[in-house]
């Protein structure tokens, strides 16, 4: 089997693992190649992309052959009778892994830009690289990975050496090739492009990894959102919507996109499934179900303290409608986690007894027009116990559709997010 390049062979291998698509799955590419397998494979799966950086260890008069390899986290492999065969004693041998875990570390610096390892203890993680030859830096990097507890290790390439593949079974929980080859000479046979990898497109392509399509596993439900990470964010805000149509909504994409501009991270996701979507609309019971959609949004708070895009964020919620209710009914639960609430046109007063326990600051806008809506803010406001401001949009109605009422409500969020967000403590998950 010829692969045309490492993104084809990414959409070839992604098929023979769909089963571990709703499991927390987190995909690693091993740098520098299987980065851009391992992208392919990740959109597949909705799951977050980080990358495990290996570094071969090669003979001195021949480095395309591995004597062993590096992995950050400590990881490495040594085929020592391999080193004496060569001609390679212990001192020249300490010399080659001194030289190749000063590249390793340059690499996790160029990589990673200060974040920190993904954290992967309990979860399902699906290690990919472009092919499989020996092996030395796969198992560098499955035993270096396997010491950081996760729930399951499936090790996975879309062409490998089939006796390579036998022995790395052991350091693996499960194995995925697309073509296992008898007498493999070597991985770029099988690709018609194989050219090296830049460090330039492995920083991009983990770049690009925090802005992604994902899958939330949530209240026993899978929840689809949109999560886009600007670099340097300082903040992020989690956009909540009562009917369910938060993540296709262009008020809230327009407001989305002028957090961004403001150096915010912004998730937009349904609380509802599209099959309740379509039941809400018929009904309009779930939309004022507040445990059923406050539960939700704490479970998604929480999955966003484990995921390494996100976890080092402080969190505020943006609410509409009885999506403003169900995001003072998390807040109310998750008080060391959310840092600052803003509602849009929406009913705190449906939240009830929960606004005394929100401690969260908390900005309320409302239409001057909505003259209802605001009287029922006004009394909410009153009873919520942490710091809260009332900002009236001047003549505006309940949808914020008058000539720049919507650029006044963005103005208004990214100042109160900006502020709240940008000094506030994290609480990091132990």
Same mark, same amino acid.
Request: with cysteine; proline share 4%; aromatic share 4%.
């Given at each position: 089997?010829?692969?045309?390049?490492?993104?084809?062979?990414?959409?070839?291998?992604?098929?023979?693992?769909?089963?571990?698509?709703?499991?927390?799955?987190?995909?690693?590419?091993?740098?520098?190649?299987?980065?851009?397998?391992?992208?392919?494979?990740?959109?597949?799966?909705?799951?977050?992309?980080?990358?495990?950086?290996?570094?071969?260890?090669?003979?001195?008069?021949?480095?395309?052959? %591995?004597?062993?390899?590096?992995?950050?986290?400590?990881?490495?492999?040594?085929?020592?009778?391999?080193?004496?065969?060569?001609?390679?004693?212990?001192?020249?041998?300490?010399?080659?892994?001194?030289?190749?875990?000063?590249?390793?570390?340059?690499?996790?610096?160029?990589?990673?830009?200060?974040?920190?390892?993904?954290?992967?203890?309990?979860?399902?993680?699906?290690?990919?690289?472009?092919?499989?030859?020996?092996?030395?830096?796969?198992?560098?990097?499955?035993?270096?990975?396997?010491?950081?507890?996760?729930?399951?290790?499936?090790?996975?390439?879309?062409?490998?050496?089939?006796?390579?593949?036998?022995?790395?079974?052991?350091?693996?929980?499960?194995?995925?090739?697309?073509?296992?080859?008898?007498?493999?000479?070597?991985?770029?046979?099988?690709?018609?492009?194989?050219?090296?990898?830049?460090?330039?497109?492995?920083?991009?392509?983990?770049?690009?990894? %925090?802005?992604?399509?994902?899958?939330?596993?949530?209240?026993?439900?899978?929840?689809?959102?949109?999560?886009?990470?600007?670099?340097?964010?300082?903040?992020?805000?989690?956009?909540?919507?009562?009917?369910?149509?938060?993540?296709?909504? *262009?008020?809230?994409?327009?407001?989305?996109?002028?957090?961004?501009?403001?150096?915010?991270?912004?998730?937009?996701?349904?609380?509802?499934?599209?099959?309740?979507?379509?039941?809400?609309?018929?009904?309009?019971?779930?939309?004022?179900?507040?445990?059923?959609?406050?539960?939700?949004?704490?479970?998604?708070?929480?999955?966003?303290?484990?995921?390494?895009?996100?976890?080092?964020?402080?969190?505020?919620?943006?609410?509409?409608?009885?999506?403003?209710?169900?995001?003072?009914?998390?807040?109310?639960?998750?008080?060391?986690?959310?840092?600052?609430?803003?509602?849009?046109? %929406?009913?705190?007063?449906?939240?009830? *007894?929960?606004?005394?326990?929100?401690?969260?600051?908390?900005?309320?806008?409302? %239409?001057?027009?909505?003259?209802?809506?605001?009287?029922?803010?006004?009394?909410?406001?009153?009873?919520?116990?942490?710091?809260?401001?009332?900002?009236?949009?001047?003549?505006?109605?309940?949808?914020?559709?008058?000539?720049?009422?919507?650029?006044?409500?963005?103005?208004?969020?990214?100042?109160?997010?900006?502020?709240?967000?940008?000094?506030?403590?994290?609480?990091?998950?132990?």
């Amino acid at each position: 089997m010829m692969f045309t390049d490492r993104v084809d062979a990414g959409q070839r291998l992604a098929p023979l693992l769909l089963a571990y698509r709703n499991e927390r799955t987190i995909v690693l590419g091993l740098a520098r190649g299987g980065v851009i397998v391992a992208a392919e494979v990740a959109d597949a799966l909705a799951a977050p992309l980080d990358t495990w950086v290996v570094r071969k260890i090669g003979a001195p008069k021949q480095p395309e052959l %591995g004597l062993g390899a590096l992995a950050e986290g400590g990881g490495m492999y040594l085929d020592r009778a391999l080193a004496t065969a060569v001609g390679v004693n212990e001192v020249e041998l300490a010399a080659l892994i001194a030289r190749e875990q000063i590249e390793l570390d340059r690499r996790v610096r160029r990589y990673r830009r200060g974040r920190p390892p993904p954290r992967i203890q309990g979860r399902t993680v699906v290690v990919v690289d472009d092919g499989l030859a020996t092996g030395g830096t796969a198992r560098a990097a499955l035993r270096a990975i396997r010491a950081q507890g996760p729930g399951r290790l499936v090790f996975a390439v879309p062409v490998g050496a089939a006796d390579s593949i036998e022995r790395l079974a052991r350091e693996a929980d499960a194995m995925v090739c697309v073509e296992s080859v008898a007498d493999l000479r070597a991985i770029g046979e099988h690709y018609a492009s194989f050219d090296q990898t830049a460090d330039e497109e492995v920083s991009a392509r983990l770049v690009r990894a %925090g802005d992604r399509a994902l899958i939330i596993r949530t209240g026993g439900v899978l929840l689809a959102g949109d999560l886009v990470v600007p670099e340097g964010a300082t903040g992020l805000v989690v956009f909540v919507h009562g009917s369910g149509s938060s993540r296709r909504s *262009p008020r809230n994409q327009h407001v989305a996109a002028t957090l961004r501009e403001h150096g915010l991270a912004t998730l937009l996701f349904d609380l509802l499934t599209d099959e309740e979507g379509e039941q809400d609309a018929l009904t309009g019971e779930l939309r004022f179900d507040l445990g059923l959609l406050g539960s939700r949004l704490v479970g998604a708070t929480d999955w966003l303290r484990e995921e390494t895009a996100t976890r080092d964020l402080a969190i505020g919620y943006f609410g509409a409608s009885t999506g403003a209710a169900a995001a003072l009914v998390a807040a109310a639960s998750r008080k060391d986690v959310v840092r600052a609430i803003v509602s849009r046109g %929406g009913r705190p007063d449906l939240a009830g *007894p929960y606004l005394a326990r929100v401690a969260a600051p908390t900005l309320l806008i409302v %239409g001057s027009l909505d003259r209802e809506v605001l009287l029922l803010n006004r009394a909410a406001q009153a009873r919520l116990h942490g710091p809260t401001q009332l900002a009236v949009v001047r003549d505006a109605t309940h949808l914020f559709e008058e000539p720049g009422a919507l650029d006044e409500v963005a103005r208004l969020a990214s100042g109160w997010f900006t502020h709240h967000l940008a000094q506030a403590p994290i609480a990091r998950t132990p």
